[in-house]
């Protein structure tokens, strides 16, 4: 079984590489340079209330609006489809759209008209939304110019598509909270996430030791291996962290001063108890929908912190400041150099949205694709 992974693992890696460049090459050959005047067909899912996405969701048509001054329209190629879009169409995520609304956090289109006092984007740029929520799950889009960033060409269009959410929230842990120097550790649970996998990636670049928990599960090896070959140190399930308390003496290792917790309960606090003095917890997700305690002891003892990070938040404060700036640099960089991978995924076409609604909605399945929707099908 585990021999079986690996291979499933390796086709993964393989198909994500031909699937991001065959897609850029059919775009970039059918595209059409648009002009202020030319008519789009908008095709899109839309939801008129809140509730299960199978029921609520509807693929429907309009006509695209022309672009007025520094609008511009944004032809979309790729969208992601994350648990927040879910949470989004069934009305608990915090931020909520206008009904009826479209659903996508994220994406990346190229621009195929603009307005007539646009100043900083053309036709043919490529760009992901710099807003929220962005209303991505839609083949076009009227836009103003001052919710884009331009992306560069040579930037893959998954790795693209997918920037703002788990690479910039992975970034933006690992430099907000601790000071880090190479060499030190960072610990995380849900090590496999996408977040978590982008943590890997960039403590591997920046010259950090991950120490990654996951769940047990089947074809364990084969995830290590997978996860390994991401750039992480070690990779334990939590019951292999639970009963190794001296891990890190035993590793020569320094203990950790920052953790990371998309899990919550037994395993928020299993990485809590392992942080050194004046260490900090910073909590992102709540994957086992259990709520995150801590003993005393670790505030009069240890003088931890727990601390939470929600990346909407941080773009809406930061929205287009030099600090955003950098980390889209920064992260685009890695990228280019292929330090900075998107996690195995697969893409389809916008009339299968409901594939990619099950497999996002599968709380119980350990591994899998991340789904993309495709616009240019």
């Known amino acids: 079984m585990a021999v ?12 994500n590489v031909v699937n991001n460049n065959l897609l850029s090459k059919a775009f970039s050959a059918k595209v059409l340079h648009g002009t202020r005047n030319m008519s789009y067909t908008v095709r899109k899912l839309e939801f008129k209330e809140f509730g299960d996405p199978y029921k609520v969701l509807n693929l429907v048509e309009s006509k695209c609006e022309e672009p007025q001054n520094n609008q511009v329209v944004v032809k979309f190629l790729l969208a992601p489809v994350n648990p927040a879009d879910i949470n989004t169409v069934q009305g608990v995520y915090p931020i909520k759209p206008e009904l009826p609304g479209v659903p996508g956090a994220e994406a990346v289109g190229e621009i195929v008209a603009v307005g007539s006092q646009t100043k900083t984007l053309q036709v043919g740029d490529r760009v992901i939304c710099n807003t929220q929520p962005a209303s991505t799950w839609r083949t076009h889009a009227v836009v103003d110019e001052s919710d884009l960033l331009q992306v560069p060409k040579d930037i893959g269009l998954v790795e693209a598509a997918g920037a703002t959410s788990n690479p910039a929230t992975a970034y933006r842990m690992l430099k907000d909270f601790v000071t880090l120097a190479p060499g030190e550790v960072v610990l995380q649970n849900g090590g496999n996430s996408a977040v978590g996998q982008n943590v890997i990636q960039l403590a591997a670049a920046w010259g950090l030791v991950s120490v990654n928990v996951v769940r047990d599960r089947p074809d364990l090896p084969a995830l290590k291996s ?13 019951g292999e962290f639970e009963k190794q308390r001296d891990f890190f003496e035993k590793n020569s290792l320094k203990k950790p001063q920052l953790a990371l917790n998309c899990v919550g309960g037994k395993s928020a606090l299993s990485i809590l108890r392992a942080l050194r003095n004046n260490g900090v917890m910073v909590t992102y997700g709540g994957m086992s929908r ?48 292929g330090k900075l991978k998107a996690p195995s995924h697969k893409i389809v076409p916008l009339d299968q949205y409901k594939d990619a609604i099950s497999n996002t909605m599968n709380v119980k399945g350990y591994a899998g694709f991340k789904y993309f929707l495709d616009f240019t099908s």
């Open 4 to 15: 079986h992974m690996n291979k499933v693992m390796s086709w993964f890696v393989i198909s």
């Open 226 to 238: 997978y996860l390994t070959q991401l750039g992480a140190h070690h990779v334990l399930t939590e």
């Open 290 to 337: 259990e709520p995150v305690t801590a003993p005393t002891s670790v505030f009069i003892f240890k003088d931890i912190s727990l601390r939470g990070f929600w990346m909407t938040r941080w773009h809406k404060s930061h929205r287009n400041t030099e600090v955003q700036k950098e980390m889209y640099k920064d992260l685009f960089d890695l990228m280019r150099q």
